[in-house]
């Protein structure tokens, strides 16, 4: 039996008949992406294996696209007479085929018995999210994240694009937000400071990239909340317009984009223009998080918007925001996410299109129900388990392995699983490859495999030829022991993350409300 990550839906396997052995002058189909198959053979099997493309009936390895396969994403593989077939519906069965032929090349040495394989995913939505707005990661970093996703079969990345600390995307029509936004002075209590963006020709260079190894790219533009670095260089876009500078320590900050403002739509209405230019997914996150309402409390421009509106309070001011914004993308043929870190007060004046990435209410099942009867889609992005960036003392392996992944019993109610890694604590690869591996492969099984699969004792006996494929890519994973942390080990990982508390200037804000109050006194 091959241990593959994530489990295939059926596997045969039958040693007394002839498989299938990688040697000089293995041929495969020629498609744009078996590059990457070539490329790992050169790198695992070395001078041993000159594998190329050929367009010849006896090739070695056969791709084929066949339309009696079911499921979109759904591919069949069968080694036998020396030759290995791999059948799917679309284009992205056949790479997620290749993905498997990986790992049974690397557990064989290049010899596969007799196998036949049928295999589907069970979530269509299987993401990572990349926050690059606390750090910036080079194109480079981005690319060898989305390899890493490619291996283990998601298909969504999340890019977290805008925040407090930094703007990262380049807007033209706003040239302020990379030329100032994109810097900040130093971090909390260092005194180096800190920047970058990517500019559109990288964005459409990482996009093609992404697309390339069949996965979606949605990008996310955090509003009305997390906008300092954005008001820092256009201080009309708040409340008061105060001349604030990028955020330098992380938390949540109190100034946020101006809800009774017309030219904060205008604002967000020509950002968005630029994006759908940029990302041809289809979606974009609007974010919806973490926005402190104490600025519109006070905010003339505000309560006459609420008023005019019919509005209860600020609350509903920001389901009419986001249902505007989720309005104008709709007509520009996208569909829009946001965060459900809490319960959504008043949601149901919130529009059912705006799916939910749903990170700190997966509990609340009256409220999941609810939202599912108006028809909107749920991605589970639970805090616990699945905040990479939290250390593996807040969430183990064995917590992701036992997740189940659904948000409810009917599995067909959950449009799929993400993983976050906020970067606050995360600044370069090696971190964030610590924090992701092994936790991502567990995630994968519980986005593709089938309901129940992994439990932690299944993950474990898998655990050394899922290192062994790590290895290849040189991941910089950390060791079970690390992933599955002692007492001691999980209590020390726990005081050293809870240090972020004196990062958040919790006095700061108490001090600039004061000083905001008295100025709208005036």
Avoid at 406 to 420: F, N, P, R, S
Wanted: glycine share 6%; hydrophobic share 35%; charged share 25%.
């Amino acid at each position: 039996m091959f241990n593959i990550i994530p489990q295939p839906v059926n596997m045969i396997i039958n040693q007394s008949k002839k498989g299938f052995t990688l040697h000089t002058g293995t041929t495969i189909s020629p498609y744009p992406f078996v590059a990457d198959i070539i490329s790992f053979a050169k790198k695992q099997f070395g001078k041993k294996i000159i594998m190329h493309e050929d367009t010849g009936e006896e090739r070695s390895i056969i791709l084929k696209l066949d339309e009696s396969i079911e499921h979109d994403e759904g591919y069949t593989i069968k080694c036998e007479n020396r030759r290995v077939f791999i059948n799917a519906k679309t284009e992205n069965g056949l790479f997620y085929g290749l993905q498997t032929l990986k790992q049974m090349l690397l557990q064989t040495e290049g010899k596969i018995p007799y196998t036949e394989i049928t295999d589907y995913p069970r979530f269509s939505y299987r993401g990572y999210m990349l926050d690059c707005g606390r750090y910036f990661y080079s194109v480079e970093d981005v690319k060898r994240v989305v390899d890493l996703m490619a291996l283990h079969k998601l298909n969504v990345l999340h890019w977290h694009l805008t925040e407090d600390q930094g703007w990262r995307v380049e807007i033209k029509k706003y040239p302020l937000l990379t030329e100032k936004g994109s810097m900040r002075s130093h971090t909390n209590f260092n005194h180096k400071p800190h920047g970058g963006y990517y500019t559109q020709d990288q964005i459409k260079e990482i996009v093609a990239y992404c697309h390339e190894r069949k996965i979606k790219v949605i990008p996310e533009f955090d509003i009305p909340g997390h906008m300092v670095a954005a008001i820092s260089c256009y201080p009309e876009l708040s409340c008061f317009a105060r001349n604030l500078e990028v955020a330098t320590h992380w938390g949540v900050k109190h100034d946020i984009l101006c809800a009774g403002k017309e030219t904060s739509y205008e604002f967000v209405y020509n950002v968005l223009d630029e994006l759908i230019e940029l990302f041809p997914d289809k979606i974009i996150h609007i974010g919806g998080d973490e926005a402190v309402k104490m600025r519109w409390e006070l905010c003339p421009d505000c309560q006459k918007a609420i008023k005019e509106n019919g509005l209860r309070d600020e609350n509903d001011l920001q389901m009419l925001f986001m249902t505007k914004v989720d309005e104008y993308l709709k007509s520009k043929g996208y569909a829009s996410a946001m965060w459900s870190y809490d319960k959504i007060e008043n949601s149901q004046n919130l529009s059912p299109d705006i799916a939910w990435t749903v990170c700190g209410m997966g509990d609340d099942k009256e409220l999941i129900e609810n939202e599912l009867k108006r028809g909107r889609k749920l991605i589970n992005t639970h805090c616990y388990p699945y905040y990479f960036d939290f250390p593996y003392g807040w969430n183990t392996l064995k917590m992701v392995c036992e997740d189940g992944g659904a948000l409810t019993d009917d599995d067909t109610e959950t449009w799929g699983i993400e993983a976050q890694m906020w970067t606050e604590y995360v600044p370069n690869m090696k971190r964030l490859e610590f924090l992701t591996f092994p936790r991502l492969g567990a995630m994968a099984e519980n986005a593709w495999a089938e309901k129940g699969y992994p439990s932690f004792a299944t993950f474990l006996h898998k655990a050394n030829d899922y290192y062994k494929l790590l290895d290849v890519y040189k991941v910089k994973y950390a060791s079970i022991k690390k992933a599955c942390p002692s007492f001691i080990y999980k209590h020390a990982s726990s005081l050293w993350f809870k240090r972020r508390v004196f990062h958040w200037q919790g006095l700061y804000n108490l001090i600039d409300d004061a000083k905001v109050k008295k100025q709208a006194k005036k």
